[in-house]
T-cell receptor
Framework: DTGVSQDPRHKITKRGQNVTFRCDPI?????LYWYRQTLGQGPEFLTY????????KSRLLSDRFSAERPKGSFSTLEIQRTEQGDSAMYLC???????????????FGPGTRLTVL | SQQGEEDPQALSIQEGENATMNCSYK?????LQWYRQNSGRGLVHLIL?????REKHSGRLRVTLDTSKKSSSLLITASRAADTASYFC???????????FGKGNQVVVIP
């Protein structure tokens, strides 16, 4: 399977703990995105990388959240001092930036479901 | 505010019927994408339509875009039970790569 993969698929943690999620994009995609989705809502944008550079961050991304893409391939999203309000599905997507057919289509991974107790 | 807001309706149709859902957005877009999501699972990319396109087809899917009305529609023809899902539209606008999603349309296809 050459799609976007995410690990872990599920994470249960206690309030105040730190958690880290990993995303592996489609190999030739230079753009990587993180979104968060809560029940009954559409996904909300968190942050975006082009290669290893983090180019956009949503105001939803508080200082407890940090994302990296150190070599321009996989990415990690860390949440420090988790709160119950952080409980959500965290989705990663990737795309090929550019013009023309097939570019800019964002393909999503299966997500990491976080539950903060 | 989020771009891409589907008509807040839940559709329940019989297998074989067509399903139509609509989406509106607020400002000029670069492109608009439709996704399907089965209960509690990831998003599956269905189709992308660019701002200079008016209609696209992919299998049983037909998407239209009306930039004068800032709206898009997704038609699923000859629906199947496996089409039961939530459908989201999401737009990107110029100078920005983020997708702005609506709340989704619940479609239930009854066998």
């Amino acid at each position: 399977d050459t799609g976007v993969s995410q690990d872990p698929r599920h994470k249960i943690t206690k309030r105040g703990q730190n958690v880290t999620f990993r995303c592996d994009p489609i190999s030739e995609h230079n753009r990587l995105y993180w979104y968060r989705q809560t029940l009954g809502q559409g996904p909300e944008f968190l942050t975006y990388f082009q290669n290893e550079a983090q180019l956009e961050k949503s105001r939803l991304l508080s200082d407890r959240f940090s994302a990296e893409r150190p070599k321009g391939s996989f990415s990690t999203l860390e949440i420090q001092r988790t709160e119950q309000g952080d409980s959500a599905m965290y989705l990663c997507a990737s795309s090929l930036g550019g013009a023309g057919v097939g570019y800019n289509e964002q393909f999503f991974g299966p997500g990491t479901r976080l539950t903060v107790l | 505010s989020q771009q891409g807001e589907e008509d807040p309706q839940a559709l329940s149709i019989q297998e074989g019927e067509n399903a139509t859902m609509n989406c509106s957005y607020k400002t000029s877009i670069n492109n608009l994408q439709w996704y399907r999501q089965n209960s509690g699972r990831g998003l599956v990319h269905l189709i992308l339509i660019r701002s200079n396109e008016r209609e696209k087809h992919s299998g049983r899917l037909r998407v239209t875009l009306d930039t004068s009305k800032k709206s898009s529609s997704l038609l699923i023809t000859a629906s199947r039970a496996a089409d039961t899902a939530s459908y989201f539209c999401a737009s990107t606008y110029y100078g920005n790569n983020r997708l702005a999603f609506g709340k989704g349309n619940q479609v239930v296809v009854i066998p």
